[in-house]
């Protein structure tokens, strides 16, 4: 494309090095592409807790905005953060290979793990299974802010994604460091994968987009998408979804609903998602 790209991201330093791989990969294909940082109410707001300020849309909205008024030509959202539903108008236009689904509890070195930070309801749900004797608290703020009350002794230990770990190349050194595997703890629908936004009507820009994106990550994308966009449940819902591939015919979907859990494997994702669906009784 001759034009240079204005690509929307959040101003938080773990979203900016998310929209920098995004603008790396788009760059090799021989793109200009600028940054445009956005403020979010859910950045503004970093001491509410997520399901008092709603949690749908909190990281997104004002970024789709941009795009719509034409001030932007795409955006990077974490695949987690997604709403049910896009702005009217735009699509997600590619998805890049993912980084690792897992959670990770991150702690003091030393300490016995009583006390546990976390704004997610999946993630004290699931923790709880592990550190059912621990009493957890919210805990808001970007990763460096949580690390930070780590640090100052708030919280025994705190609950992050491995994938911002990785992408921020957090020192963890010292701090004790447990990793979850998706079957020990199942990750929120899209953990780990990073979402292009464009408008539907860009059809050069998505084929640019559809380019640098990963064929096998696009498919765990809408395969957890459409599962979560068809739940509907509000944020204060505990929801863990993860699909994998076992072989090239075949699906496996790990759900987390509320309190039900389950996994079944198909060999047609959509009919595994209404197996689901009559099983949770949604």
């Given at each position: ?9 959040r ?18 294909k ?18 509410s ?53 897992h ?37 808001r ?9 780590l640090r ?57 987009l ?17 599962l979560?966009?068809?739940?509907q ?12 591939f ?8 790990s ?17 595994l998602?209404?197996?689901?669906l ?5």
């Open positions: 494309m001759s034009k240079t790209l204005r690509l929307a991201t101003g938080s330093r773990l979203a900016l090095a998310q929209a920098g791989l995004v603008k790396e990969a788009l760059e090799a021989g793109a200009t592409v600028e940054l445009v940082t956005v403020s979010t109410r859910g950045d503004r707001d970093r001491t807790p997520l399901s008092v300020i709603g949690g749908q849309g909190l990281f997104v909205r004002e970024v789709e905005h941009c795009l719509l008024e034409g001030s932007a030509d795409l955006a990077v959202h974490s695949g987690k953060d997604l709403p049910y539903e896009l702005a009217e108008g735009l699509t997600i236009g590619g998805v890049p290979k993912a980084a690792a689904p959670d990770v509890l991150v702690s003091r070195r030393g300490v016995s793990i009583r006390h546990i930070g976390s704004s997610s309801p999946r993630r004290v749900l699931e923790c709880r299974r592990h550190y059912p004797q621990a009493v957890y608290s919210d805990l703020g970007n990763v460096d802010t949580r690390l930070q009350k100052d002794g708030q919280y025994d230990g705190i609950l992050l994604a491995k994938a911002g770990l990785e992408r921020l190349q957090a020192d963890l050194s010292d701090f004790d460091v447990r990793e979850f595997t998706p079957e020990e703890f199942l990750p929120a629908p899209c953990q780990g994968v990073l979402a292009v936004e464009c408008r539907e009507e860009d059809t050069a820009l998505r084929e640019l559809a380019s640098v994106s990963d064929p096998l990550t696009r498919k765990r994308f809408d395969l957890e998408r459409a979560f966009a068809r739940l449940a509000d944020c204060s819902a505990a929801i863990g979804v993860y699909a994998s076992p072989t090239e015919e075949e699906t496996e979907l759900v987390l609903f509320r309190e039900q859990r389950m996994t079944r494997r198909g060999k047609d994702p959509d009919a998602i209404e197996e689901v009559r099983e949770l009784i949604v």
